[in-house]
């Protein structure tokens, strides 16, 4: 099973990027998925994740508003559109997969899978 992540790069303040998370060698029905963060020198941090069905999702206070996540689980595909980017969300991006269905876990340890992580640089 292997996820991966792309569609980082650089952006200007204010703009926006579409990060996608594509999980191949099983279905994600089932999975929650969610997106974190670790800029340099930081722990990594969760940004939101999205339940299975019914498309709900939380997200990080630093980002409620901006950030929206969602999937496609006949693509087998999770999405992480980014708006209003600032200087401080530059950081490589990780898209990660729960076997926990029941509730969307904040901490990296809820997560069993991982992406290899996508660069996000925004610059002022």
């Known amino acids: 099973v292997q996820l991966q992540a792309f569609g980082g790069g650089l952006v200007q303040a204010g703009g926006s990027l579409r990060l996608s998370c594509a999980v191949s060698g099983r279905t994600i029905l089932g999975y929650t998925m969610a997106w974190f963060r670790q800029a340099t020198g930081k722990e990594r941090d969760f940004v939101g994740g999205?339940?299975?069905?019914?498309?709900?999702?939380n997200y990080a206070d630093s980002v409620k508003g901006r950030f929206t996540i969602s999937r496609d689980n006949a693509k087998n595909m999770a999405y992480l559109q980014m708006n209003s980017l600032k200087p401080e969300d530059t950081a490589v991006y990780y898209c990660?997969?729960?076997?926990?269905?029941?509730?969307?876990?904040?901490?990296?340890?809820?997560?069993?899978?991982w992406g290899q992580g996508t660069q996000v640089t925004v610059s002022s």
């Open positions: 990660a997969s729960s076997r926990v269905s029941s509730r969307i876990g904040v901490d990296q340890r809820d997560y069993d899978l």
């Open positions: 999205i339940k299975w069905r019914g498309g709900f999702s």
